[in-house]
């Protein structure tokens, strides 16, 4: 799974499929927060936002993972087709980890950097993020 926009650094995709070969149980996710990750554009209000919000679904789905909303994945085909998807809009992306997180499925996450879309513009605007708090 991975953003058209190019704020997904297409350059880590040989790094998703190697670690999904050594762990192909897994998902493989990219992480914005943790160590070597990043963000450049993003706006300060978002980012502490997202930090909470992070931070508190980490807590709630007793996991270590940094970066449960970053829609940069690589996931084993069976579970994909296994589960029943709900979501339509960007809170899928975060329906993608945690009903596999309830499922007990392992999670392994890589540094990735978010970079700004320079071109068009976001059709998640602010108060549409409120949806990922319903989902979670």
Avoid at 17 to 32: L, Q, Y
Wanted: charged residues 20%.
């Amino acid at each position: 799974m991975m953003a058209s926009d190019l704020e997904t650094d297409p350059r880590d995709v040989p790094v998703l499929i190697a670690e999904a070969r050594r762990n192909p149980a897994a998902i493989i996710t990219a992480s914005r927060w943790c160590e070597g990750g990043g963000f450049q554009g993003y706006s300060k209000l978002k980012l502490v936002a997202n930090g909470i919000f992070q931070k508190f679904f980490s807590m709630l789905y007793a996991t270590q993972l940094s970066d449960m909303t970053y829609g940069y994945r690589i996931f084993p085909t069976r579970l994909v087709q296994a589960i029943q998807w709900e979501d339509l809009r960007h809170p899928f992306l975060f329906e993608t980890l945690i009903k596999p997180l309830r499922l007990g499925i392992p999670v392994v996450e890589i540094p990735s950097h978010w970079k700004a879309r320079c071109e068009g513009e976001s059709q998640n605007t602010f108060f549409r993020n409120f949806g990922y708090i319903w989902t979670g």
